[in-house]
């Protein structure tokens, strides 16, 4: 796997963390912001359409695991 690869990987990896798991932990930490289990999941989704159309050309494939088990 090349560097390229890898860093989109890593930079996908780092959005859904901070975009998907940062929006449950705002659900969950303060529940008065109204987010919801709706906000969460168009969180992820959205953090995962968002590196599909801005890393999917480099990686090929966005999701971590599978790019590092096909290494």
Do not use: D, Q
């Not at 901070?18 to 303060?30: D, K, M, N, R, W």
């Not at 968002?50 to 096909?70: E, F």
């Amino acid at each position: 796997m090349n560097g390229k690869r890898l860093a989109a990987e890593a930079i996908g990896t780092f959005w859904l963390t901070l975009g998907g798991c940062g929006s449950a932990v705002i659900a969950a930490g303060f529940p008065h912001v109204g987010i919801g289990l709706l906000g969460v999941a168009l969180a992820f989704g959205l953090t995962v359409l968002t590196m599909a159309y801005a890393i999917g050309h480099v990686s090929g494939c966005v999701r971590a695991a599978t790019s590092s088990g096909r290494a």
